[in-house]
């Protein structure tokens, strides 16, 4: 019986099913588990606990007093693409560029995507994906947590949230570390 346990547990299981390991978003914005938005981040405790740090020192201020949430939810993968690490560049127009050049959008919709300058949307983004069959895009994290894999959804249906919590000290984030 706890074999049978185990492996219900395990990380072949969950790929079985299509769900993501535990991966985490910590936000330093307000709103509802079912509210994220397409190409949100989401990847190990420590990648995120890293982003919200980051945030807090261009707001001049110390980690733990950046009013922050924790979410640690799995993701439904659906179909993964693979794409280089943009690095601290999340823009839309970076993003439809790294696209392009994976071969994941048509060359008329990075056109479409140029085309729009600034009106450019992740959500729009994310639709192009959704209508060429990809879900999820991973990239193995080059800044955050090196070495780890994140991911961004392409809609916030593919969340199922397992526990929020607020990040201050009694959320136990380590954010000396």
């Known amino acids: 019986m706890l074999n049978f346990k185990l492996f219900l547990e395990s990380a072949e299981y969950k790929a079985k099913k299509g769900e993501s390991e535990v991966v985490h978003h910590l936000t330093t914005s307000d709103f509802k588990t079912n509210e994220f938005k397409p190409l949100s981040h989401f990847g190990t405790k420590e990648a995120a ?3 919200v740090k980051s945030k807090a020192e261009i707001m001049g201020k110390e980690p733990e007093n950046v009013k922050a949430k924790h979410h640690a939810v799995r993701i ?22 790294v696209l392009h050049k994976a071969g994941h959008i048509t060359k008329q ?12 949307t992740h959500g729009r983004i994310a639709d192009d ?22 991911y961004m959804i392409t809609h916030s249906s593919q969340v199922r949230h397992l526990k929020s919590t607020e990040a201050d000290k009694s959320a136990k984030v380590n954010w000396k570390k």
């Open 76 to 97: 439904k993968l659906g179909k993964v693409a693979w794409i280089k690490d943009q690095g601290d560049d999340h823009s839309p127009q970076s993003l439809s560029r």
């Open 109 to 120: 919709q990075r056109e479409k995507h140029a085309s729009l300058g600034r009106k450019l």
């Open 129 to 150: 994906l959704r209508k060429n069959g990809i879900h999820t895009l991973a990239y193995k994290n080059r800044v955050e947590d090196r070495g780890s894999t994140s």
């Open 49 to 51: 606990r890293n982003v």
